[in-house]
């Protein structure tokens, strides 16, 4: 059954939203080790692989500044390891940009998607909300705009929204960006003290997951 964005944040506990649509939460302090554990693990996309995973929100301030961290960990990332995204609609405003990334990453745009509309909302001040905007910088990408339009409407898509807020909520995830750690640790900025700390988390879980699973 999908769940619903009112049930996943009354499961939080959410004292506020934010005007960005961030999730306004009280702030923990730096934990132990940077991270969470989570209990229980959440499932992964690769049993023979070390998966990295990041939530996150394309209209994000603090995601649009935590990129250059990721994209620089990724082209250098460990062998069995495996770097996904997903979107999770946590607040009704963000519906249209997680269409917008499910779609883009069913027709194999994924990325040039992402950096496209981080690029339009960050530094080009668009909103970016209304789907056939969305559809337009997509068919700047050769996508064709349609085909796109009719994507985001999709059940594919939808799939992937509810699955990605079940992650979430299983998550026990107050804020993005967040990273999981082949579904057992989770870290964020608040966590790990800032980005660096974030990939120095992802690193060292990383290493404790390839020995773990014989992969080292």
Request: charged share 20%; with cysteine.
């Amino acid at each position: 059954m999908p769940i619903s964005r009112r049930g996943f944040l009354n499961a939080l506990s959410i004292t506020a939203i934010s005007t960005t649509g961030l999730l306004a939460v009280s702030s923990p302090a730096i934990a132990a080790g940077g991270y969470k554990p989570i209990d229980p693990p959440l499932n992964t996309s690769a049993a023979d692989k070390v998966e990295v995973l990041e939530f996150f929100w394309l209209g994000c301030p603090h995601c649009y500044s935590f990129e250059p961290s990721i994209e620089a960990w990724e082209k250098d990332m460990p062998e069995n390891v495996v770097f996904v995204r997903e979107a999770p609609p946590l607040n009704p405003s963000w519906e249209q940009h997680s269409r917008g990334f499910y779609a883009a990453q069913l027709m194999g745009q994924e990325q040039p998607f992402v950096s496209a509309m981080f690029t339009a909302i960050h530094q080009n001040k668009q909103r970016m909300r209304k789907p056939d905007d969305i559809a337009e910088l997509a068919s700047g990408l050769g996508m064709d705009k349609d085909k796109f339009l009719k994507t985001m409407k999709s059940f594919a898509v939808q799939t992937k929204m509810n699955r990605a807020m079940q992650l979430a909520k299983g998550a026990q995830l107050t804020g993005v960006p967040s990273i999981v750690i082949n579904g057992k640790y989770l870290t964020g900025a608040s966590l790990a003290g800032g980005n660096a700390g974030i990939i120095n988390v992802i690193n060292e879980t990383v290493a404790i997951e390839k020995v773990a699973m014989g992969l080292d």
